[in-house]
């Protein structure tokens, strides 16, 4: 094999490799992140409901709250 083609080759080889990389890289990136509760000063408001894992008034009687634990 020409030691040219052999260097393209092996140039593509790692183009694909990176790519991929950077593919599951991304992929993984967490998309929860909007459900979980924030701190002072967030446009969510009331109490964290660690049953739901989210904010809600406080009334839920199945949800269990701070105080609770």
Do not use: C
């Not at 409901?49 to 989210?54: A, M, Q």
């Amino acid at each position: 094999m020409n030691p040219i083609k052999w260097i393209l080759s092996f140039i593509k080889a790692g183009g694909v490799l990176l790519g991929t990389i950077i593919g599951v890289l991304a992929s993984t990136d967490d998309s929860e992140t909007s459900d979980r509760p924030q701190g002072d000063g967030s446009e969510i408001f009331g109490e964290h409901n660690f049953r739901t894992g989210r904010a809600d008034s406080g009334s839920d009687p199945d949800g269990w709250y701070e105080d609770d634990m």
